[in-house]
């Protein structure tokens, strides 16, 4: 069977430049800004993902998985930082929300799709992922408890929200610090599975000239600082464009904010799945969310009571705290086994589509 060239989107990187003259040159063009903007993150998420393929390489599926959420939720969490000194609190919660959301449902049912026409069945860790699943829940619980006592804690619940919240942000600040003891150090062999071998030497003759690690770092660093300076861009035009294009607040957050913010994600996860290696694309799409849940989240509330005009509380909205019940239920439901195919992607992405539709009609 005859190999084909991998297509490169390299062609797109003159729209980087091209969006941050347009930002501060010609202010009124806010749409064309806002579409030169997103352009310019794809050819950057593609960098992303070729240092975190060599990454992966030589520190394993599971760190691999790591690094590249941490340094895809790099760019979301300055952009949250600079909304939060503004006192954007609103808009903060809806793009962790539609971060999470994007995560379980867009970019893992994105990969298992991809990886699903290229394989009949794709096979992972089953208790790696299982474990990750647990900690989606966890997450699920943490921002459906502040939900539930806002409503149910009578006049006075306000009063306790922000200490509640605080509490809880450091419950899962400690919880996320012990996952990473868990699965990179003590029980690192739960997130490796049977594919993770076959991958890596099929990923090791293709590259003729692999990285080192030092280049994998600075590229993925690299990356990531101009995906973040894209991405001030896109958000500074985002509201102008979405205005145009007669969508809501809302919808704006929790899908189009997330789904720019996750483009490196993305992009790896289901070129990781597509290669077969279901275990480098679970970690990144699973891990990710659980990241952003536990972490991101928690460090956003502590960080309000020093650099915001008013603290941040894990208080959202029911439609948001609904929408990430069903999709960490429905991911916890097709990781559980660990096999995959291209109709559990297909389901994933269609609640995602549906949740995509409430937002859309949801009144801002």
Not at 315 to 332: K, M, N, S
């Amino acid at each position: 069977m005859g190999k084909f060239p991998k297509p490169s989107l390299d062609w797109l990187i003159p729209f980087v430049p091209t969006a941050i003259v347009l930002r501060y040159a010609a202010p009124d063009m806010q749409v064309l800004t806002f579409t030169v903007a997103c352009l310019g993150i794809i050819p950057l998420a593609g960098w992303m993902g070729r240092a975190t393929e060599h990454l992966a390489e030589k520190t394993g599926e599971g760190i691999g998985g790591l690094l590249n959420a941490t340094f895809g939720n790099a760019a979301e969490l300055i952009l949250a930082l600079a909304a939060l000194q503004k006192g954007l609190t609103g808009v903060v919660k809806a793009s962790l929300t539609g971060s999470i959301l994007g995560n379980v449902l867009l970019v893992l049912g994105g990969a298992m799709v991809a990886g699903g026409v290229r394989h009949k069945v794709q096979r992972f860790n089953p208790a790696g992922a299982r474990s990750q699943a647990s900690m989606l829940t966890l997450a699920a619980i943490a921002l459906v408890v502040p939900a539930a006592y806002h409503h149910l804690g009578g006049r006075d619940a306000f009063l306790h929200e922000t200490g509640l919240s605080l509490e809880i942000a450091l419950i899962l600040l400690v919880t996320y610090g012990l996952s990473l003891l868990f699965s990179l150090r003590t029980h690192r062999h739960l997130f490796t599975g049977p594919a993770a071998q076959a991958g890596s030497l099929e990923e090791s003759a293709r590259h003729a000239n692999p990285w080192s690690l030092r280049k994998s770092v600075l590229v993925l660093a690299a990356a990531t600082a101009l995906v973040a300076w894209v991405s001030e861009v896109l958000v500074s035009t985002v509201e102008h464009a979405a205005g145009a294009f007669g969508m809501t607040e809302v919808f704006v957050g929790v899908i189009v904010v997330a789904i720019i913010g996750n483009a490196a994600e993305h992009s790896t996860a289901v070129l990781a799945a597509f290669r077969n290696r279901m275990d480098l694309g679970l970690g990144i799409a699973l891990g990710s969310s659980i990241q952003v849940a536990l972490f991101v989240a928690p460090v956003l509330v502590i960080t309000s009571f020093f650099l915001g005009p008013r603290p941040m509380d894990l208080v959202f909205t029911l439609p948001e705290v609904l929408a990430l019940v069903v999709a960490i239920a429905i991911a916890g439901q097709v990781t559980g086994d660990g096999e995959s195919n291209w109709l559990e992607g297909v389901q994933l992405l269609s609640v995602y589509a549906i949740l995509g539709l409430v937002f859309y009609f949801l009144p801002g």
